[in-house]
C-alpha cells in the first residue's frame, strides 16, 4: 500500500484537490443563486465588470497615447501597454462615446465585441500552452482536466471580470518559456522578444528574465531589449 501511494506523482494528488474544488464551486453557485460568485470575486464589486480594460481605453479617449499620463493618476501601465490601449480606442469611435463617463465606454458593440475576441484568442492560446507543457508528463484526460481547472480557478475568473492585462501578460510569457529551448534559433529569439513584451505590459513576466541570465544567454537579451525599445520609440 505504501509502496503503491510512493510511486502515485504529487501532481495526482493536485488534479485531484483542484478538481474537487472547482465541483463544490459549481455546487455553491446554485445554492446560492449566483451570490457565491460576487463573493468569491472582488472585481465584480466594483462599478462594472472589465473595468480595468475599458478604464484605460478612456484614458487614451481623453489623452491620446502621447498624454495618456496627464489625464489620471490611474494611467499607471507601462508606455508599452498604452500602445495595445490606444489601438482598441481608435476601434471605440469617438461619436460614439461619452468619453467623461466610464460606463458609455462599456457599452460600445464594437468595445465589447473586440474584448470578446481578444479574450476568446488569449485564453485558448493558454490553454493550448499549458496543455503543451502538462503533455510532457501527463495524459490527455489528465491534461485536459487540469487545464480546465486551471482556467474556472479563482484567481483566473477574478483576473477575467477585471479585464487585467494579466492575461495577455501571461500568454505571452508562456509562449516564450515554451520556446525558450527549441531547437530554431528564430523561436529561441522570439521567446526572449515575448517575455520582454510581457514585461512590458506587467513588470513581473521579467524574473523570467533571470533563466536567461543564469544560462548566460546575453546577447539575446540585449537583442530583445533593442527590438521593444524601437517599437516603443515607432
Known amino acids: 500500500m505504501c509502496t503503491a501511494v510512493k510511486k502515485v506523482k504529487p501532481i495526482y494528488f493536485l488534479i485531484v484537490i483542484m478538481g474537487i474544488l472547482t465541483?463544490?464551486?459549481?455546487?455553491a453557485l446554485f445554492i446560492t443563486n449566483g451570490e457565491y460568485l460576487n463573493s468569491l470575486?472582488?472585481?465584480?464589486?466594483?462599478?462594472?465588470?472589465?473595468?480595468?480594460?475599458?478604464?484605460?481605453?478612456?484614458?487614451?479617449?481623453?489623452?491620446?497615447?502621447?498624454?495618456?499620463?496627464?489625464?489620471?493618476i490611474?494611467?499607471?501601465f507601462p508606455a508599452f501597454a498604452y500602445f495595445y490601449y490606444g489601438f482598441l480606442a481608435s476601434v471605440c469611435s469617438v461619436d460614439q462615446v461619452d468619453t467623461t463617463e466610464f460606463t458609455h465606454v462599456v457599452n460600445t458593440n464594437s468595445g465589447i465585441?473586440?474584448?470578446?475576441?481578444i479574450y476568446g484568442v488569449l485564453l485558448a492560446g493558454i490553454a493550448l500552452i499549458l496543455y503543451k507543457f502538462f503533455k510532457k508528463s501527463l495524459d490527455d484526460y489528465l491534461c485536459v482536466s487540469l487545464v480546465i481547472c486551471v482556467l474556472l480557478s479563482s484567481i483566473f475568473l477574478m483576473t477575467i471580470a477585471s479585464g487585467n492585462l494579466t492575461i495577455g501578460a501571461m500568454m505571452l510569457t508562456l509562449c516564450s518559456l515554451y520556446w525558450k529551448d527549441s531547437k530554431s534559433p528564430i523561436l529561441r529569439e522570439l521567446s526572449m522578444i515575448l517575455l520582454a513584451c510581457a514585461?512590458?505590459?506587467?513588470?513581473?513576466?521579467a524574473i523570467?528574465?533571470?533563466?536567461?541570465?543564469?544560462?548566460?544567454?546575453?546577447?539575446?537579451?540585449?537583442?530583445?531589449?533593442?527590438?521593444?525599445c524601437q517599437k516603443k520609440q515607432c
Open 41 to 72: 470575486i472582488w472585481a465584480f464589486d466594483r462599478r462594472v465588470l472589465f473595468y480595468d480594460h475599458f478604464d484605460h481605453i478612456k484614458y487614451c479617449l481623453l489623452g491620446g497615447i502621447k498624454d495618456v499620463y496627464q489625464v489620471s
Open 23 to 27: 465541483i463544490a464551486k459549481f455546487i
Open 74 to 76: 490611474d494611467a499607471c
Open 113 to 117: 465585441i473586440t474584448l470578446v475576441v
Open 208 to 228: 523570467w528574465g533571470l533563466l536567461y541570465l543564469k544560462e548566460k544567454r546575453f546577447k539575446e537579451i540585449k537583442h530583445a531589449v533593442e527590438v521593444v
Open 199 to 205: 514585461a512590458s505590459l506587467k513588470i513581473y513576466p
